[in-house]
C-alpha cells in the first residue's frame, strides 16, 4: 500500500515538475511574440558588419617579407608561403601565397601577428562556391579589393539590430549619420576624466 502511494506521489512530482518547465518555455515563446520581427530580406537586404568583424582576409603581396610568423601562430597552420632566398639582397623572395578558406577558422591570428600588416581582415562574407577547391585562394585572389555591402546600388544596407539607437526598433528609416547605440571610446574617456 505504501509503495503504491510512494509511487503515486512521485508520478504527481514529475507532472508539477513538467508543468513548470513547459511554462518556463512557453514564456519565453510568449515573450518573444510580443516583440517586431527583425527579419532581413538577404538578397536584396544585407546587415553592414561590425566594425571588428572577421571576413575574408586581404593580402597585400608587396608588403610580405616571407617571414612565416602567420603559419606560425595559425592554430591549423594553414597559410602556404612558397619563398626562395635570394643571394645577392640575402632576402627572402616571396613567389606564392595562398589560404584555404575552406579549412580556415577566421581567427585572425595572422592578421593580429603579423609584423608588416600585409594581411587585414575585410568585411566580406559570401564565399560560398560550388567546388571547396575554389576556396583556395592564392596571393592574386587575396590581394583583389575588398567587396562593401553599402556600395551595391542593388542592395539595400541595414545596421545591425544591436547598433540601433535607443528605442529604435526600424532599421529601414534610420538615416545614414545616425549614432549607434553606447558611447564611443572617446566619449568614454572625456565622461571619465569629466568625473
Known amino acids: ?33 510580443r516583440r517586431r520581427p527583425v527579419t532581413v530580406q538577404y538578397p536584396y537586404e544585407k546587415l553592414i558588419p561590425s566594425e571588428r568583424f572577421r571576413g575574408r582576409i586581404h593580402f597585400e603581396f608587396d608588403k610580405c617579407i616571407a617571414c612565416e610568423v602567420c603559419v606560425r601562430v595559425c592554430p591549423i597552420n594553414l597559410p602556404v608561403v612558397d619563398w626562395e632566398f635570394d643571394k645577392s639582397s640575402k632576402k627572402k623572395k616571396l613567389n606564392h601565397y595562398s589560404i584555404d578558406f575552406g579549412v580556415c577558422i577566421f581567427c585572425g591570428n595572422c592578421v593580429e601577428y603579423c609584423p608588416t600588416n600585409c594581411l587585414s581582415m575585410t568585411e566580406e562574407y559570401e564565399l560560398s562556391t560550388y567546388d571547396r577547391h ?62
Open 1 to 33: 500500500m505504501f509503495k503504491f502511494l510512494k509511487q503515486v506521489g512521485d508520478y504527481a512530482q514529475e507532472t508539477v515538475q513538467a508543468a513548470r518547465y513547459i511554462g518556463q518555455g512557453l514564456s519565453v515563446t510568449f515573450d518573444h511574440m
Open 134 to 195: 575554389e576556396l583556395n585562394y592564392d596571393s592574386v585572389a587575396l590581394g583583389r579589393l575588398p567587396y562593401k555591402v553599402t556600395d551595391d546600388p542593388m542592395v539595400t544596407p541595414l545596421r545591425e539590430f544591436a547598433y540601433l539607437p535607443k528605442g529604435e526598433h526600424e532599421p529601414h528609416d534610420l538615416p545614414a549619420n545616425a549614432m549607434r547605440a553606447g558611447k564611443r571610446p572617446e566619449e568614454i574617456v572625456e565622461q571619465m576624466q569629466q568625473n
